[in-house]
């Protein structure tokens, strides 16, 4: 298999254990796992390796991110004291085989996602199916927090469903319970992050981007997609399209 | 040494991955778009060369691009699937335990029916009788409406069969498991679900492979035990539509190399 693309897997680092609900056998060094390696037959390893992937390409399917306790309890199992060579070589066959990229997003509770490795493409349409009406549906919530300037207030973002005639209390003929598609799948899918605004009564809520929005897509392209709705050119926003620019 | 996969490669998985299966003609556009977004060499002959440069590279993981006939209209379909232990509790570590169950039983129905169909009511039916947790029938219907998102069945007016991918993903697992009962296509040689059986000898055919087979015949007769074949044959007003040469010649060569089907 090519050597390229040989750098480790973003996100491993194994001396971050601190507050671990699942001990990783007290985080063993290189040389340990090594040693460990030895003791395991490379047929029993690489076979944790693939089940690991394909345990991965199931999760990322349906875009629920990936808890690092769950991959030692349905995953790695009794394979402990070699969990960092095996996640760093599945790591690498995703990177090398479909161009995947595990990334952790939540360093404190070891969350994981894949995304694309490849540059997006031009009308690119990975789904047909209600999936991208979802999608649809949540770009134009990121377009709306990012116009706002990156933070927009839950009535704010109702408001303007509204009048996009989505409405939270209603039945929609594609999305279905859109309450629960914006509060809760696009939240658990970390699209959107939903945040308690403290001192509130009613309480009221802060909307913005959750990490798998900023590796999924970019200001520059919500941005574009702005402009193409309005027929209008990106730099009219100047603060926005500055702030795109510098954001990679 | 296998060939070294490009972006293409890749970027034609992951597409393939997120549609679950594709038609022949859809993933024929995708190998032309893959390699033209990435500059590497394209042959608009050459998908199955393409798609064994990524089957060598996934061939360690126990998975496969694998070709597959869809058994409603015949035409050629890829899906990615898992090799190392393709049984249902494997389908995807996504469903609970008693969702899996439901399947099974649905499956059961499909494959000891007659035609490979099962209605919604008798599988409704057995929502009550889960083992491992109750389901009431609301529920049940929500869980198949997701089997059928999911492409693990696929529904026309209340009547579940298994989806293409289902099937080529499980053949197999079929095969074996329901050694007595599964049968197979008596000119293709896969498994047959949605089949027609002889009368007289009781070997199956899929629908596709009568409609081919009994074309050029005036009467058609079972390629087993050469009796008349009593079933009707499906979609002939179709066929009589298409140009009858070019027909003519597929169908020599689709009885010459059975295993092409």
Same mark, same amino acid.
């Given at each position: 298999?090519?050597?390229?693309?040989?750098?480790?897997?973003?996100?491993?680092?194994?001396?971050?254990?601190?507050?671990?609900?699942?001990?990783?056998?007290?985080?063993?060094?290189?040389?340990?796992?090594?040693?460990?390696?030895?003791?395991?037959?490379?047929?029993?390893?690489?076979?944790?390796?693939?089940?690991?992937?394909?345990?991965?390409?199931?999760?990322?399917?349906?875009?629920?991110?990936?808890?690092?306790?769950?991959?030692?309890?349905?995953?790695?199992?009794?394979?402990?004291?070699?969990?960092?060579?095996?996640?760093?070589?599945?790591?690498?066959?995703?990177?090398?085989?479909?161009?995947?990229?595990?990334?952790?997003?939540?360093?404190?509770?070891?969350?994981?996602?894949?995304?694309?490795?490849?540059?997006?493409?031009?009308?690119?349409?990975?789904?047909?199916?209600?999936?991208?009406?979802?999608?649809?549906?949540?770009?134009?919530?990121?377009?709306?927090?990012?116009?706002?300037?990156?933070?927009?207030?839950?009535?704010?973002?109702?408001?303007?469903?509204?009048?996009?005639?989505?409405?939270?209390?209603?039945?929609?003929?594609?999305?279905?319970?859109?309450?629960?598609?914006?509060?809760?799948?696009?939240?658990?899918?970390?699209?959107?992050?939903?945040?308690?605004?403290?001192?509130?009564?009613?309480?009221?809520?802060?909307?913005?981007?959750?990490?798998?929005?900023?590796?999924?897509?970019?200001?520059?392209?919500?941005?574009?997609?702005?402009?193409?709705?309005?027929?209008?050119?990106?730099?009219?926003?100047?603060?926005?399209?500055?702030?795109?620019?510098?954001?990679? | 040494?296998?060939?070294?996969?490009?972006?293409?490669?890749?970027?034609?998985?992951?597409?393939?991955?997120?549609?679950?299966?594709?038609?022949?003609?859809?993933?024929?556009?995708?190998?032309?778009?893959?390699?033209?977004?990435?500059?590497?060499?394209?042959?608009?002959?050459?998908?199955?060369?393409?798609?064994?440069?990524?089957?060598?590279?996934?061939?360690?993981?126990?998975?496969?691009?694998?070709?597959?006939?869809?058994?409603?209209?015949?035409?050629?379909?890829?899906?990615?699937?898992?090799?190392?232990?393709?049984?249902?509790?494997?389908?995807?570590?996504?469903?609970? #335990?008693? /969702?899996?169950? *439901?399947?099974?039983?649905?499956? $059961?129905?499909?494959?000891?029916?007659? @035609? &490979?169909?099962?209605?919604?009511?008798?599988?409704?039916?057995?929502?009550?009788?889960?083992?491992?947790?109750?389901?009431?029938?609301? #529920?049940? /219907?929500?869980? *198949?409406?997701?089997?059928?998102? $999911?492409?693990?069945?696929?529904?026309? @007016? &209340?009547?579940?069969?298994?989806?293409?991918?289902?099937?080529?993903?499980?053949?197999?697992?079929?095969?074996?498991?329901?050694?007595?009962?599964?049968?197979?296509?008596?000119?293709?040689?896969?498994?047959?679900?949605?089949?027609?059986?002889?009368?007289?000898?009781?070997?199956?055919?899929?629908?596709?492979?009568?409609?081919?087979?009994?074309?050029?015949?005036?009467?058609?007769?079972?390629?087993?035990?050469?009796?008349?074949?009593?079933?009707?044959?499906?979609?002939?007003?179709?066929?009589?539509?298409?140009?009858?040469?070019?027909?003519?010649?597929?169908?020599?060569?689709?009885?010459?190399?059975?295993?092409?089907?």
């Amino acid at each position: 298999m090519s050597q390229r693309k040989r750098s480790k897997v973003s996100g491993f680092s194994q001396g971050d254990d601190g507050d671990e609900d699942f001990n990783v056998s007290q985080t063993p060094t290189h040389s340990q796992v090594q040693r460990n390696l030895e003791r395991r037959s490379q047929d029993q390893v690489n076979q944790k390796v693939s089940e690991l992937v394909q345990f991965l390409l199931v999760k990322d399917q349906k875009k629920i991110p990936i808890k690092r306790a769950d991959i030692l309890k349905k995953v790695i199992r009794e394979y402990r004291d070699v969990y960092s060579e095996i996640i760093n070589r599945a790591g690498r066959t995703l990177q090398e085989v479909f161009g995947l990229q595990l990334v952790e997003i939540d360093t404190r509770h070891h969350i994981y996602i894949l995304t694309s490795n490849l540059p997006r493409a031009e009308g690119e349409n990975l789904r047909r199916d209600n999936q991208t009406a979802k999608l649809g549906l949540l770009i134009i919530i990121l377009s709306f927090i990012f116009m706002r300037g990156n933070s927009a207030k839950d009535g704010a973002v109702w408001e303007f469903l509204r009048r996009l005639r989505v409405q939270p209390g209603e039945r929609h003929e594609v999305f279905g319970d859109v309450k629960k598609l914006v509060t809760e799948e696009f939240v658990r899918q970390k699209y959107l992050e939903i945040t308690p605004i403290p001192l509130t009564d009613p309480p009221e809520f802060k909307y913005q981007w959750g990490p798998r929005a900023a590796k999924e897509t970019s200001k520059k392209d919500v941005l574009r997609f702005v402009a193409k709705i309005q027929g209008k050119d990106p730099t009219f926003w100047t603060s926005q399209y500055t702030e795109a620019e510098a954001t990679p | 040494m296998a060939a070294q996969m490009t972006d293409a490669h890749r970027r034609f998985l992951q597409v393939l991955m997120s549609h679950g299966i594709m038609e022949g003609s859809e993933a024929r556009k995708l190998h032309r778009r893959c390699c033209e977004i990435h500059k590497v060499y394209y042959a608009h002959d050459k998908l199955d060369d393409f798609i064994s440069t990524i089957n060598s590279h996934l061939q360690p993981l126990f998975m496969q691009i694998r070709k597959g006939m869809s058994e409603g209209d015949g035409r050629a379909h890829y899906a990615l699937v898992n090799l190392a232990e393709t049984e249902i509790t494997k389908m995807a570590s996504d469903y609970t #335990e008693n /969702e899996l169950e *439901l399947f099974r039983k649905a499956m $059961d129905l499909i494959i000891l029916s007659e @035609n &490979g169909f099962a209605s919604s009511t008798e599988i409704l039916n057995l929502a009550d009788q889960l083992k491992t947790k109750k389901m009431k029938k609301k #529920e049940a /219907e929500q869980v *198949l409406k997701v089997f059928v998102e $999911d492409k693990w069945l696929s529904e026309r @007016n &209340g009547e579940y069969t298994l989806h293409t991918r289902c099937i080529i993903e499980m053949e197999q697992y079929i095969l074996s498991n329901y050694q007595d009962v599964a049968r197979k296509c008596n000119i293709c040689h896969s498994l047959a679900i949605q089949s027609q059986v002889c009368e007289s000898c009781g070997i199956a055919m899929h629908l596709p492979c009568v409609r081919k087979y009994f074309r050029a015949q005036t009467e058609p007769r079972c390629p087993q035990c050469n009796d008349f074949w009593s079933c009707d044959i499906p979609g002939t007003s179709r066929m009589d539509s298409q140009s009858p040469s070019k027909t003519g010649r597929a169908e020599k060569s689709f009885i010459l190399s059975p295993r092409r089907c």
